[in-house]
């Protein structure tokens, strides 16, 4: 898929720089949030856009983790952040949309921050759904649009710029999508304002 290759050729040309970049943040925010999503990582645990691999410090003893991208630079640059903390993890060169694992894999699986960036979301989140195992459970840390009239408007205007640099949409839906692959019992709170939220969501 065009669109794919392309997407996945800025993260690869950001992978260096992407740490630094992301670094104000991660103190003011992710930080904590990544601590708080590990503590909900057991058994046959899938991370998705694993990335630089930032949530790698926090993956709990005794979790099994499983960890894909379709960026082989960042990839490679998780790889090195997992041999520096001593953390067991299966680094997988994949993509989301279409995933290797068989159904019903995975006890739980995760994100933080990647739906705004796969290129087709709705196929992505019907793939988290197909590997989960029957009451298992997504557990996303996600930028989505706002639903304040001018501030969603100005996120629309402002799009294309994160998109030419990063690969990264800030206009996505992507409460809306989960829904739209199926799922029907999704919990969502909002961390900051409407814009970051957690969603949790259960395969039944
Ligand atoms: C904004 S970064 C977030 C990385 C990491 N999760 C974090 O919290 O720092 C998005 C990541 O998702 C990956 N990604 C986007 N679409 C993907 C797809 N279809 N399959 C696998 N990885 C994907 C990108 O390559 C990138 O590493």
Redo the contacts with the bound molecule.
Sequence with gaps: MKE?EK??KR??RI?KV?DWL?QPMEWMM?EKW?QEVSESLKGKVL?????????IPYYPEGAEVTA????GK??ARAKKKAEKTGKTVELLH????DMDFADNTFDVVF??????????PVQ?LKEIRRVLKPGGEAIM?EHVRSEKKILGKLMDLLNPIPRTI???NINRRTVENVKKAGFTDVQVKNLTGDIVKKIRMKKS
Excluded: H
């Design positions: 794919t997407i996945k993260y690869d992978s992407y992301e992710f990544r991370e998705i856009g694993v990335g630089t691999g930032k949530n894909i991208d379709f960026s960042m990839l994949m993509d989301a949309q994100t933080t921050c990647v739906f705004c960036s796969v290129p087709d992505g840390i990063y690969g990264a």
